[in-house]
């Protein structure tokens, strides 16, 4: 009689071991769970808020010194291309544009992006976008090109204003019209009244 009792008391001992055992997985497990593209955290709501919130911030805090404005003005007339730039152009344009790394390396606004979402996996497209030369309408260009985006990608982005007097910042320093007249600077000057204004660029980020 004891023996069966005391076989009962094992068996349930064991029983509350296990439970115990396949309680402490669920939880580490639940713990270990990274969103990550593939995990459909894009399609939360709050995820995708919080996001392009940062995303946002990061283009804020890259336009607070005028450093988003350098970058736009990256261009480098000797070589004819945004400077240090390597990859190909992204479908249907000519210039050249970064690796994310190389984009880290000449921008604010690359270090951040690639601290925040080229190590966790994410990719995103960065973009200029500002009035054709004719002034009916618009063109883009890109520095980042990672590939096109899906329909659930989100987009954030800042205007920097780009001024008569404002010149490269790689190559001889040639003003903005210069070289876009002879060093394929690809902005042209916008159809303005203004002798100040050379033109608003529109710094889109695309996250995916």
């Known amino acids: 009689m004891r023996g069966q009792t005391d076989r009962a008391q094992a068996y349930t001992l064991e029983g509350f071991i296990g439970a115990m055992i396949l309680l402490l997985a669920v939880l580490f497990a639940l713990q270990a769970v990274v969103i990550t593209p593939t995990t459909g955290g894009l399609a939360d709501r709050t995820v995708q808020a919080q996001l392009q919130q940062e995303s946002q911030d990061a283009l804020s805090v890259a336009s607070q010194?005028?450093?988003?404005?350098?970058?736009?003005?990256?261009?480098?007339?000797?070589?004819?291309?945004?400077?240090?730039?390597?990859?190909p152009s992204s479908p249907g344009q000519e210039v050249q544009t970064y690796t994310p790394?190389?984009?880290a390396n000449q921008s604010r606004l690359g270090q951040l992006l690639q601290d925040r979402y080229t190590n966790d996996g994410w990719n995103y497209n960065v973009e200029l976008v500002y009035e054709n030369e004719d002034g009916d309408g618009f063109n883009s260009t890109h520095l980042v090109y990672q590939g096109?985006?899906?329909s659930d990608a989100f987009t954030a982005s800042h205007v920097v204003t780009l001024y008569e007097d404002d010149t490269v910042t790689a190559g001889d320093g040639s003003s903005l019209e210069d070289a876009y007249d002879n060093h394929e600077y690809p902005?042209?000057?916008?159809?303005?009244?203004?002798?100040?204004?050379?033109?608003?660029?529109?710094?889109?980020?695309?996250?995916?």
């Open 148 to 150: 096109s985006p899906p």
């Open 65 to 87: 010194d005028g450093n988003l404005s350098e970058t736009v003005r990256n261009w480098n007339t000797s070589q004819e291309k945004f400077h240090n730039a390597t990859e």
């Open 187 to 208: 902005i042209p000057p916008a159809e303005t009244d203004s002798e100040y204004l050379y033109t608003l660029v529109e710094v889109r980020v695309i996250l995916w």
């Open 101 to 103: 790394g190389e984009f």
